[in-house]
């Protein structure tokens, strides 16, 4: 049975990994920057569980993808408004594993929006997940 393993260090991956834009279009310097981070209601478990029950993670096998590990990576961004949008695969693992994880995401409840200076601002991840095939 196929198995989806969150990377031990997913929690490390995921804070090393963002990044955000203020509204105000400031130098990049600066924009990296912010007081609070983006987050999923509840926190990085609540996160982690809604990644475990959402995703199909027999995709690969209905796809005869080889034995195996396939780390699948993927951009997306956070916006004001705590929607998911303009999710892009960093990957190509194939075998709709990208896509399944975009569709996942994109299906996402609402984020805690990450702000900067006081307003509420754009913020992007990148995150990386293991489907793993017998």
């Known amino acids: 049975m196929l198995k989806l393993l969150l990377l031990s260090i ?13 509204q105000a279009k400031e130098s990049k310097q600066d924009s990296t920057y912010y ?13 982690e569980k809604y990644l475990q029950k959402n995703l199909d ?15 699948v990576t993927v951009k997306y961004f956070i916006s004001e408004n705590g929607i998911i949008d303009s999710v892009e695969a ?6 709709g594993m990208e896509a399944e994880f975009i569709r996942v995401l994109k299906n996402s409840p609402k984020w805690r929006p990450a702000s900067k200076g006081g307003q509420q601002t754009i913020c992007y991840r ?3 997940i293991e489907f793993i095939v017998p």
């Open 10 to 22: 997913l929690t490390m991956a995921i804070y090393t990994n963002s990044y955000c834009q203020s």
């Open 35 to 47: 007081e609070v981070e983006c987050s999923f209601p509840g926190g990085d478990s609540y996160w």
């Open 57 to 71: 993670t027999e995709v690969p096998i209905k796809r005869n993808a080889p034995s195996g590990t396939y780390k």
């Open 90 to 95: 960093q990957t190509h693992s194939g075998y």
């Open 126 to 128: 990148i995150q990386s």
